[in-house]
């Protein structure tokens, strides 16, 4: 519509929220957001004349209905009024067609109008639809969009097309009270004062600089993704909760929506797993000071964010009081902007203030639909409507109060959102129930959630042989298979007979020494035939074993002796300089061995049993010493027993042993396949250091199970291509130890296309392992790698702070029950009752139940039975890992990293394996490790350590560079990509290349020998100040200064980093088409964020645009220069220049 149209009544400004619904409408102009669409059945004698007349008489009469938006060469978008406007009226006739055939063709037909969108420059934006079905059925759509109304509108409408008709019908026009123009709400937002609500808006927000994470979803805190598409789910709660909540509400002289509001506000605090969360909330935004404006029709609602605190020690009732009073003191300031609210925070620009909005719908279009109307009944209502947000709650009161989750499908499943529903009912079922209960006392789980967490995932008995120990269980073996090999060394070889011979002959000798059950032995050995002897003896003399690594430094063994007290060491001689000074009595399993010899080969008679320790291993502690785990007979077995069940050993199977005994990996290498009759084929150190000569051994001794680390495995493959094909017989792969990235789960399938791979989790806390995941070659390729489900006899919880179950996908600690736990920490009674906990889930007991949710024909307290359902036998402990994991939807759990790996930096709470995972999608990186470290001046930065091939970062056609100028290159292009993929928060600071990285002895990374980065460590940013170079560039920058209100800009400087946002965004656009004379799509501001590749795309100087992903990541310019700017754009505005009207 041409502003010098004579058709044109009348042309004012949009208002704030008028102006972020145009964003996200031109932004994304093919999509259905703000599309609103409802429909219903009508069915008697429908005079179709007077029903059109009707709808007609209310656009003549309501001005915003008569309405089109211009922006196009506009500083500001503006809506204009037209004169005269004619219903877009439509009447199609289906009576021909079968009722099945048109249940279908409505579905098309409302998807088809709703994607068909509107030309938002030209009026009517609304369409209606009327389909004859029969001759007195007929459905009617009403379209439109959300630009002109909002929901408080719609009531009004109806009451007056419905007054119309019935007039029409009797051949008279009602004579209605002339309706307040929207012109007059438009007016009056401009004589609000900004400067009362900004310090409002400043004081609520104080200290909250992150926005609150929906952790049930993907993650995404980008702009939005141009193919979104959006779905909804809903319950309605029964007629007696519906009654309950009203009744609670009143007695407690609160409203049904603060019940909702609080109850969402718990969600969120458990989703996120903070205390301090926000979401947006619509308000009628209806001020009374504006007369008659209760019967206003035009969008008047506005976005505002609701900051709730959840203290977990406070009680529902005052809380929910204290919420309320907020949203009272908030509705003084209602008319605020929600994007200038959003700059007035302490969150930064490129991120939203809030992903989830709650919308109570207290608005009676259902009612005012099904009023009898002229023998018309109205039936089957239907509406549809699509906000920008990845997730809506609507609450819509009635009988029966309904709940409706509509969410953006690319971040959310339905089986996510249906549990979501249900969680808010239980909420407020809570509420109802126990109005005077804590906050962290209320319910959040449905019982059927529960019931799969804690009962049907953790059903894991199992037949194992509890009572017997690991050196009995060798016994026994020794009896089928005596003269099979048991144990190969570079050349030697024991059969079972021998071995068994000769761990009873030094068995007895312990004995002699004192060696009974719970008394200390050490073992001071490299991995040799006297290793496996002397473990065995250990544990036939009843003793457990310590192993003190040799290789380890002097201070940490003298530790491990003092800690321990072994009151008896096992050692060769060739090892004794090594050894500190002790008091132990020592065993030289050399040179003491024609001693030994003389013992007697028998079996002994021992006292031993299955809870007696096995070994202590020493582990890393946080405080720097090691802290000794006493691992148990009945954990090792119950995990043997786990393995041979599911993965049973074939006939001709050989094992590898190559790991430190220093690490509880060992205990299944060497006592696994031993208890089985398989032989196993013990790697020293010096082979396993050279890769080459590893994969020979492992071919040269048909290996045909391997244990490893994930950075071992990715070494190996690493060193040959063809690596199935030099180890044909190795079918079965094991990871554990640390996290198994996707990156080489997919490097393994790709080079060992045949080969299963099993990722075991587990500590020695557990008895090395307690979780699997088996991904077998034709097994789809996995997005995420999961730690899978609990092994036989374990149970596993994920629990919030408060140790209360976490939801299906919502990140929690990992807590470990069962057979596996180690009795605790050797001299460490504290550490031990701080990391072994009362198990409060034992002897569970929850009741059957209908775990369908509540209907409107179903109470949820009738679907109880008496029965009772008891847990799977569980310890009477836990172990508390100190790893987040959280549970996916099929049962299997996902391994998130150490809770202490999670770093908050400037109030962002960052998860360094996030940054890790996107830096190993780049082909030029081998592997990846991201640290917080303080720099110099003692702040936190993030710094990337990345191992790659260097050549790789040179192209052909590119001449080759010294090596410094290569890493300049690789450290640009990884921190370009981590701009593309993360927030700026996420993206390190920092670039360290490595050859490799720095490994312990049990091939984790030794992050304390990572080093600290140096200048050349630092990403190319572009200069603090740019000029512009051309007059395309001037020009810009100069559009871009008026609108940002600062001095000096830069050709590479960032729009959004300058202060940006999406309604300055409309407004440099409409400048730019109208001073360069051609049109170009709002999307491109965003693809083309910094003058200098915006004017290139501008002024198509070059053949070929630069890409979105270049463009959007040449947004580098220097804090220092970001901050001076920002200083000079808040001088001009407290010198009272004009401000932009921002809006959602």
């Not at 509001?261 to 308000?283: E, M, N, P």
């Not at 290789?551 to 090892?575: C, G, I, K, N, W």
């Not at 965004?1065 to 409409?1070: I, M, T």
Request: charged share 20%.
């Amino acid at each position: 519509m041409s502003l010098k149209n004579k058709n044109i009544e009348d042309v004012y400004p949009l208002s704030p929220m008028q102006q972020g619904m145009l964003f996200h409408s031109l932004y994304d102009p093919a999509s259905d957001v703000y599309v609103t669409q409802l429909s219903c059945e009508l069915q008697g004698e429908l005079n179709v004349s007077a029903f059109a007349q009707a709808w007609q008489q209310v656009v003549n009469r309501h001005s915003v209905l008569r309405t089109a938006f211009v922006w196009e060469k506009l500083e500001k978008p503006l809506q204009i009024v037209g004169r005269h406007v004619k219903l877009d009226w439509e009447e199609q006739d289906w009576q021909s067609v079968p009722p099945i055939e048109q249940k279908e063709r409505l579905e098309n037909l409302l998807d088809a109008n709703r994607k068909r969108g509107f030309e938002l420059s030209k009026a009517p934006l609304m369409r209606l639809i009327l389909i004859k079905l029969a001759e007195t059925h007929y459905h009617f759509v009403w379209s439109h969009h959300h630009l002109l109304l909002d929901g408080w509108s719609l009531p009004i409408i109806v009451k007056e097309v419905i007054a119309y008709y019935e007039g029409f019908c009797q051949g008279q026009i009602p004579e209605l009270k002339l309706p307040c123009p929207y012109r007059n709400y438009i007016a009056w937002l401009q004589q609000q004062d900004m400067s009362q609500a900004k310090a409002f808006w400043r004081e609520k927000f104080k200290g909250f600089t992150a926005p609150t994470p929906l952790e049930v979803g993907q993650a995404s805190l980008r702009f939005p993704n141009l193919e979104e598409n959006y779905d909804e789910q809903e319950i309605k709660l029964s007629i007696a909760l519906t009654a309950a909540l009203k009744s609670l509400a009143q007695q407690q002289h609160l409203t049904l929506n603060t019940l909702i509001q609080g109850a969402w506000g718990l969600l969120l605090s458990c989703y996120s797993t903070q205390d301090d969360v926000v979401f947006g909330a619509t308000v009628s935004g209806r001020p009374s000071a504006l007369l008659n404006v209760e019967s206003m029709v035009g969008l008047l609602i506005n976005t505002l964010p609701i900051r709730v605190q959840v203290a977990p020690d406070e009680f529902l009732l005052p809380w929910l009081k204290h919420i309320q009073a907020q949203y009272i003191e908030m509705g003084q300031y209602e008319y605020s902007p929600l994007v200038e609210i959003h700059g007035w925070s302490e969150i930064p620009r490129d991120l939203p203030l809030f992903e989830s909005l709650v919308i109570f719908e207290n608005y009676p279009i259902e009612s005012s639909l099904r009023e009898r109307v002229a023998n018309l009944k109205v039936d089957n209502i239907r509406a549809f409507e699509k906000t920008n947000y990845p997730l809506s709650v609507f609450a819509i009161p009635g009988e029966e109060l309904e709940l409706k989750i509509a969410y953006n499908c690319h971040r959310f499943d339905a089986a996510t959102i249906i549990r979501m529903l249900g969680h808010l009912q239980t909420l407020l079922e809570g509420m109802v129930a126990n109005p005077k209960v804590r906050l962290s006392d209320l319910p959040r789980l449905t019982q059927a959630e529960r019931h799969q967490l804690l009962v049907e995932w953790n059903d894991t008995q199992a037949d194992y042989p509890h009572n017997q120990c690991i050196h009995q269980l060798f016994e026994a073996q020794v009896e089928k298979t005596p003269d099979a090999v048991a144990v190969v060394f570079e050349g030697q070889q024991l059969t079972y007979r021998e071995l068994n011979a000769r761990a009873n002959q030094l068995a007895h000798h312990l004995q002699k020494l004192g060696v009974k059950p719970e008394v200390l032995v050490g073992i001071c050995v490299e991995r040799s035939l006297h290793m496996v002897i002397g473990l065995l003896g250990i544990l036939k003399a009843g003793g457990a074993y310590v192993p003190l690594d040799p290789a380890y430094p002097q201070e940490r063994l003298a530790f491990m002796f003092s800690d321990a007290q072994v009151q008896v060491l096992l050692t060769v001689q060739h090892l004794v300089e090594r050894v500190p000074e002790h008091e132990a009595q020592v065993v030289y399993l050399d040179a003491d061995w024609g001693s030994i010899a003389q013992e007697s080969q028998e079996n002994l008679v021992s006292s031993s049993t299955a809870n007696n320790l096995a070994y202590v291993i020493y582990t890393s502690g946080s405080t720097g010493k090691p802290k000794g785990v006493l691992g148990l007979h009945q954990g090792a077995v119950n995990r043997f027993h786990w393995m041979w069940e599911t993965y049973p050993f074939e006939a001709e199977e050989v094992c590898c042993q190559k790991t430190s005994l220093n690490f509880v990996d060992s205990v299944w290498e060497i006592f696994g396949p031993l208890l089985q009759g398989v032989r196993i084929v013990i790697v020293s150190d010096q082979v396993l250091k050279d890769p080459q000569q590893f994969v020979e051994t492992l071919a040269d001794n048909a290996v045909t199970r391997l244990v490893l680390v994930p950075s071992l495995l990715r070494v190996l493959l690493d060193t040959a291509s063809d690596l199935q094909k030099r180890l044909p017989k190795l079918k079965l792969w094991v990871t554990s130890g640390e996290a198994l990235s996707v990156d080489l789960l997919q490097k393994f399938r790709q080079i060992m296309s045949h080969r299963t791979l099993l990722n075991l989790y587990g500590s020695s806390e557990v008895s090395a392992d307690v979780t699997c995941y088996s991904i077998s070659p034709q097994d789809k390729a996995p997005s995420h790698v999961s730690i899978g489900r609990p092994i036989a006899n374990t149970q596993i919880y994920v629990l919030d702070r408060h140790l209360k179950p976490a939801p299906i996908g919502v990140p929690g600690e990992l807590y470990v029950g069962g057979a596996g736990l180690a009795r605790g920490y050797l001299n460490r009674p504290e550490m031990t009752a701080e990391r072994f906990i009362p198990n409060p889930f034992n002897d569970l007991e929850l009741p059957i139940v209908d775990f369908r949710l509540a209907d409107s024909n179903q109470n949820s307290e009738s679907c109880e039975t008496n029965a009772q359902f008891r847990s799977p036998k569980s310890s009477v402990r836990l172990y508390k890992t100190g790893d987040l994991v959280r549970y996916l939807p099929d049962g299997n759990l996902e391994f998130l990293g150490r809770i202490d790996n999670q770093v908050k930096l400037r109030g962002f709470r960052i998860e360094l394996g996030e940054i890790e995972a996107v830096l190993g999608q780049h082909p030029g990186v081998r592997e990846a490790v991201v640290l917080a470290r303080e720099d110099e001046s003692g702040n936190q930065q993030l710094v990337a350590y990345v191992v790659s091939d260097l050549e790789q970062w040179v192209s052909e056609a590119m001449p080759l560079k010294k090596r410094h100028e290569v890493q300049a290159i690789a450290i640009s292009e990884l921190h370009r990509l981590l701009k593309q993929k993360l927030p700026n928060y996420m993206v390190p600071s920092a670039f360290v290349m490595l050859e490799a990285l720095p490994l312990l002895p049990n091939g984790k990374v030794d992050h304390r020998a990572l080093p600290m980065p140096d200048e050349r460590s630092r990403p190319e940013l572009e200069a603090a100040y740019q000029a512009p170079r051309t007059e395309v560039e001037q020009t810009i920058a100069t559009i871009w200064q008026e609108v940002l209100h600062v001095e000096e800009i830069g050709i590479h400087d960032n729009f959004f980093e300058l202060g940006g946002h999406s309604l300055l965004l409309v407004q440099v656009h409409g400048k730019l088409q109208k001073t360069f004379q051609r049109d170009f799509p709002l999307v491109g501001m965003f693809q083309y964020p910094t003058i200098s590749y915006l004017a290139q795309y501008l002024s198509q100087e070059q053949s070929k645009q630069p890409s979105s992903s270049q463009s959007s990541n040449r947004s580098g310019s220097r804090t220092d220069s970001i901050n001076r700017r920002k200083q000079v754009r808040q001088k001009h505005r407290a010198a009272g220049k004009p401000k932009s009207t921002p809006s959602q």
